[in-house]
Nanobody, 131 residues
Framework: EVQLQASGGGLVQAGESLRLSCTAS????????IAWFRQAPGNEREGVSY???????NYSEPVKGRFTIFRDNAKNTVYLQMDNLKPEDTALYSC?????????????????????????WGQGTQVTVSS
């Protein structure tokens, strides 16, 4: 059974940090690209960050310079280090996976990682940042 398990959320104050984890099972993790998305109440889901199977990364503008995505293939886990958190970062954070080859081909024809049709989604982990 394919599973993506997101964890690490919590309640913090503005300026503090959190590290989210997305742990995968049931598929070949090394061959997959992983993305983090978030959704705040009343808002549409938005892409946060993305990492390819080869370790290349992308970030949305609101989190550039504050968030860092990295992966540990030995642990089948992608991490999202979130520093200098702001109240506007409050949202439900979810991770998603897509085969690396499919992602590469989609990007070659101009599809943004935020618009990929991801194969699998994990349940969310709530991040709440108080001011």
């Amino acid at each position: 059974e394919v599973q993506l398990q997101a964890s690490g959320g919590g309640l913090v104050q503005a300026g503090e940090s959190l590290r989210l984890s997305c742990t995968a099972s049931g598929f070949t993790f090394d061959d997959n690209d992983i993305a983090w998305f978030r959704q705040a109440p009343g808002n549409e889901r938005e892409g946060v960050s993305y990492i390819t199977r080869d370790g290349s990364t992308n970030y949305s503008e609101p989190v550039k310079g504050r968030f860092t995505i990295f992966r540990d293939n030995a642990k089948n886990t992608v991490y999202l280090q979130m520093d200098n958190l702001k109240p506007e970062d409050t949202a439900l954070y979810s991770c998603a996976s897509l085969g690396g080859t499919v992602a590469f081909l989609a990007s070659r024809v101009g599809v943004s990682w935020e618009d990929f049709q991801y194969d699998h989604w994990g349940q969310g982990t709530q991040v709440t940042v108080s001011s």
